[in-house]
């Protein structure tokens, strides 16, 4: 009969600490969600298309500016080499899936983590 109370005990303890863990992980979320509002650091998935010269970069964002014309190109410069990429998806999957679309007229074309 005494072990009874003895188990309720330990399991409203149990709840207890259950739910105390459970709101700071939720005060941890939220602490989190407005870090990333406020840094503007963010981690962004671009499709690059071709990595070399310059006149090259310009000729591939202009073939595939023909091609696929709702994408986003830009061309970027990081010494010694141009770079012709396609977009800022917020998402691998979402890059991966347009990347599907695109390798089908740029077959090398590769998806990038880069940071905004």
Known sequence: MTFLP???FI????????????DKINTL???????NKKNKNSVVY???LYNGNEEE???IKSNFNLEFPD????????????KTQV?????????????NIIK???????????KI
């Not at 399991?11 to 459970?22: A, K, R, T």
């Not at 979402?94 to 990347?99: G, N, R, S, Y």
């Not at 089908?104 to 880069?114: N, Q, R, T």
């Open 46 to 48: 671009k499709i690059q």
């Open 87 to 99: 977009g800022n998806f917020t998402t691998r999957l979402e890059a991966d899936k347009v990347l």
């Open 71 to 82: 994408y986003t190109t830009h061309i970027q410069y990081k010494s010694p080499e141009w």
């Open 6 to 8: 003895i188990m309720v």
């Open 29 to 35: 979320i939220t602490q989190k969600r407005e870090f």
């Open 104 to 114: 089908e007229k740029f077959s090398g074309a590769i998806v990038l983590e880069d």
């Open 11 to 22: 399991l409203g303890i149990s709840n207890l600490y259950s739910q105390i863990e459970s």
């Open 57 to 59: 970069a310009y000729q």
